[in-house]
């Protein structure tokens, strides 16, 4: 099977040769970033000024006046001192100076919903743009067509994105309190998505999926209820599937926490893939009632064992997450945290991490009686428990 063969066997839990990688550029997967218009200017409008473009990088920058002032702000001297940074959608980032992440969301931007339509008039990005596209396109003609293809757009998904210009707090009692305001912003989100997708194959981009990144839960559960969540978000998530899938997309879903309880839906609403950078929160045995039903991507719990366990440990649990998140039939990827220096992972467990995918990672070599030798029921999060045997 070729990359593209063996992420869409995956999907459907039709029989790949092994199990898919998704390791940046290296892996079966190689994403495509759609990018900020070039026709943004940040820190021009109306109440942006001390506000910096939020970009990860280097950025040809065309400053207004206040940033040409100020000495301090000269070059890339700005991204050295505390500042705040926008994005397209209005929202306000925290940077420290110096960062090597990319920051924590700020002050609420939409504090009220009196201010919803001039608002997104004046912070809703438009898809249509063709310079979004340009470093795409380029990356593309470049790539084998035997590459399963994503497209990663320059925000987070619906949730986050109104989290953070709500702010937390009040983007939760919005549930409850202003549901339909919530709705109908959570649907301008996925509709970009959705335009998106199609202004990058109007433009001649062939990809196979959308990678769509909204953080749904914190360590010990959602951040609403499984009935808040289907009441409220049902609309516009079904909005970005339906609409990918009429594209011939699928759609991964990367998520943070222990988010188990919101897959019943996730599921129910066609929703292709689900990432997870530390399965082990939600954990197996909450887990285990999905496996068959939606592919799982999932890294190496960066929560305890990628950062903190041994390469032998790493190389096991390997294993551990192709026999609890996926079948014999399929439906497991291993997925490369995009930046384990971020993390503090040592580099020889990432080493061990690629030795178990390629120890483990072929279907045919798996011995049969591994897929019914018992598994825990239950799991520390640090502790990897041995192979059913030494075959491999």
Not at 273 to 288: F, K
Request: aromatic content about 14%; proline content about 7%; overall charge neutral.
């Amino acid at each position: 099977m070729n990359s593209k063969e063996r992420v869409k066997a995956a999907l459907k839990f039709n029989d790949p040769d092994k199990i898919p990688v998704f390791n940046m550029v290296s892996g079966d997967i190689f994403p495509l970033p759609i990018t900020h218009s070039k026709n943004w200017k940040p820190g021009w409008n109306d109440n942006e000024e001390g506000l910096f473009p939020y970009i990860r990088g280097f950025y040809d920058w065309d400053r207004p006046e206040w940033a040409r002032k100020n000495p301090n702000y000269e070059g890339y001297n700005w991204k050295k001192i505390p500042h705040e940074e926008i994005d397209e959608f209005g929202c306000i980032w925290n940077l420290k100076g110096g960062d090597k992440d990319k920051g924590h969301p700020g002050r609420p931007s939409l504090r009220s919903w009196n201010d919803f339509d001039d608002y997104f008039a004046k912070y809703t990005p438009d898809a249509s743009d063709k310079t979004r596209y340009e470093s795409a396109i380029k990356l593309q003609n470049n790539l084998s067509e035997e590459k399963y293809i994503t497209l990663h757009l320059n925000c987070n998904g619906p949730s986050q994105m109104i989290s953070n210009m709500r702010g937390f707090e009040r983007y939760l009692v919005d549930h409850r309190k202003n549901p339909e305001k919530l709705k109908k912003a959570l649907k301008i989100v996925a509709k970009y998505h959705v335009d998106v997708a199609k202004y990058a194959q109007k433009y001649g981009i062939k990809a196979n999926g959308l990678w769509v990144v909204d953080d749904l839960g914190a360590q010990t559960g959602p951040y609403f209820s499984p009935k808040t969540f289907k009441e409220i978000h049902e609309e516009s998530y079904r909005f970005i599937i339906d609409g990918a899938h009429k594209l011939g997309l699928e759609v991964h879903h990367h998520c943070c926490g222990k988010i188990d309880p919101l897959l019943t839906y996730l599921i129910e609403w066609g929703l292709d893939a689900i990432e997870l950078d530390s399965p082990r929160m939600s954990g197996y045995p909450d887990l285990n009632k999905y496996r068959g039903k939606i592919m799982f991507w999932g890294c190496v719990n960066i929560q305890s064992i990628y950062t903190l366990g041994t390469p032998e440990e790493v190389e096991r649990e390997v294993w551990h997450m192709i026999r609890n998140l996926g079948t014999k039939h399929g439906g497991y990827g291993a997925y490369f945290y995009d930046n384990p220096k971020d993390l503090g992972v040592p580099r020889k467990n990432i080493k061990a991490f690629q030795k178990g995918v390629n120890r483990f990672g072929s279907y045919l070599e798996i011995p049969e009686e591994w897929w019914e030798h018992p598994v825990p029921e239950n799991w520390r999060d640090d502790v990897v428990p041995p192979l059913p045997s030494n075959k491999l």
